[in-house]
């Protein structure tokens, strides 16, 4: 019953996904960064509901507005509207989807090892799923008020749908490392170069096999930011121009 649970609420979860990637596709925004506006679009609307005192009704609303944006463009594809056109498919995306699959197998059933888990990351996050509000002055629970809760608030939102364990806060912090590490592809103008793709995806590989210090079994942001650093990159390498600019600046100064 519960492994059933876990499933419908990651479909839905994953429909949700779908709807708001699928809407940044028809507004112009890159198959490559679609994915992690995506979810930091999601940050900023679970954040505003947060500071309302609404974060569960947040959480499913937010949720629930991308399965109606699936659902309408799902409709309107019947009638060929909104139609997007077909990207194509690249070796690069067969690896990313390999070392997805990979790493989420593993981490799903990993620990948490690091004592700052604990002391904050782990707690925040479990604080959230249960109380369903952010911290206030009375919470002497989180200690640490000082840091932005984005990626907690994203964690909790998978959390929520999937069922809380440690295994599952490190799949969702992994899911947004995917699509931050993902949005770097962005970059390229010619993608039938394979040379180009592969030092990309070595490069990639290498930021996770190097990263001794971190880990990916760990809650913290310290590998998250200059991930993410490098998705500014790709939107600089695109030449978004001044909306770029200005998406990911709020990004940083709020979010994290």
């Excluded at 000082?146 to 806060?169: H, N």
């Excluded at 039938?192 to 990639?204: D, E, G, Q």
């Excluded at 880990?215 to 490098?230: E, G």
Aim: net charge positive; glycine share 10%; with cysteine.
């Amino acid at each position: 019953m519960r492994m059933t649970a876990a499933w419908l609420g990651g479909a839905s979860y994953l429909i949700g996904l779908l709807g708001y990637t699928g809407s940044l596709r028809r507004l112009g925004v890159s198959p490559y960064l679609r994915w992690i506006t995506a979810m930091l679009l999601q940050i900023l609307l679970l954040y505003g509901a947060a500071m309302l005192g609404q974060l569960r009704l947040g959480i499913y609303g937010v949720t629930g507005l991308g399965v109606v944006l699936w659902g309408t463009w799902q409709v309107l594809g019947l009638f060929h509207r909104g139609s997007l056109p077909f990207e194509g498919i690249h070796l690069f995306d067969f690896w990313m989807l390999g070392l997805g699959g990979a790493m989420v197998e593993v981490l799903a059933r990993s620990p948490l090892v690091h004592y700052d888990n604990f002391s904050h990351w782990a707690v925040m996050v479990k604080f959230l799923v249960f109380s369903g509000h952010l911290p206030a002055a009375t919470d002497h629970l989180i200690s640490f008020t000082s840091y932005p809760p984005a990626t907690a608030l994203f964690i909790t939102q998978f959390v929520t749908w999937i069922g809380f364990s440690e295994g599952a806060m490190l799949v969702a912090q992994f899911l947004l490392i995917w699509a931050a590490a993902y949005a770097v592809f962005a970059v390229l103008r010619d993608r039938t170069r394979a040379l180009t793709a592969m030092i990309l995806c070595f490069t990639i590989a290498g930021s996770l096999v190097f990263n001794v210090a971190i880990r990916l079994n760990n809650l913290l942001v310290d590998y998250v930011l200059p991930i993410l650093t490098s998705r500014e990159s790709s939107l600089t390498g695109r030449g978004h121009g001044c909306c770029a600019v200005t998406w990911r600046c709020s990004v940083r100064r709020y979010c994290w």
